[in-house]
C-alpha cells in the first residue's frame, strides 16, 4: 500500500497475515500466500500482530489499533458500520445498507465489504446473505467459514 514503509507477516492457523503501517496507522491487514521476507516492523505492526494472535488464542474479542482507511466516501461508511459487529455475532449485507442509510444498497455493500483493507479487524467476514449463505470473502470462503466458526467458539 502507498505511504506503507512498514510491514510484517506472521502464520495464523489459516494463513499468513501481512501487516503494513505507516508512522502512525495500520494501512492494510491482508491475507497473503507467504510471508514477505526481510520484514520491516515498527511497534505499530507488532501491536497488531500482538492483538492478532490474542484474537487467534482467543483472548481478544476487540482490537485497539490506530487504523487508515483509503476507499470512497461510500466504502469508509460502509467499513466504518462493519465495525460496530460484535464479536461472534453476524449480520447481513441488507442490515448493514439499511443501517447506512440506503436500504436498497446491498450490492454496493457487498462489493464495498469485499474491498476491506484492513482483515478480521474490520470484521467483514461477518455480514452473510439474507438467506443465510455465506456470500463471498476476499480472502476464500474456507477462511471466512473458519473465522465464524473460530468467533462461535468463544462465544460458547
Known amino acids: 500500500m502507498k505511504n506503507s514503509p512498514f510491514f510484517n507477516s506472521f502464520k ?16 492494510s491487514i491482508m491475507f497473503t500466500k507467504s510471508p514477505r521476507t526481510p520484514s520491516n516492523p515498527n511497534k505499530i505492526t507488532n501491536n497488531a500482530i500482538n492483538q492478532l494472535k490474542k484474537y487467534f488464542n482467543h483472548e481478544l474479542t476487540k482490537f485497539d489499533l490506530p487504523l487508515a482507511l483509503e476507499g470512497t466516501i461510500f466504502q469508509r461508511k460502509v467499513w466504518s458500520e462493519l465495525k460496530n459487529i460484535p464479536y461472534g455475532k453476524i449480520t447481513t449485507y441488507k442490515e448493514i445498507a439499511e443501517r447506512i442509510g440506503n436500504s436498497k444498497a446491498m450490492r454496493a455493500v457487498g462489493n464495498a465489504n469485499g ?41 460458547k
Open 115 to 155: 474491498k476491506n483493507p484492513i482483515a478480521i479487524v474490520i470484521p467483514c467476514h461477518r455480514v452473510i446473505q439474507t438467506s443465510g449463505k455465506l456470500g463471498g470473502y476476499s480472502a476464500g470462503i474456507d477462511k471466512k467459514k473458519w473465522l465464524l466458526e473460530h468467533e462461535r467458539k468463544l462465544k
Open 12 to 27: 495464523t492457523p489459516i494463513g499468513y497475515l501481512e501487516i503494513c503501517a505507516n508512522n502512525k496507522v495500520i494501512t
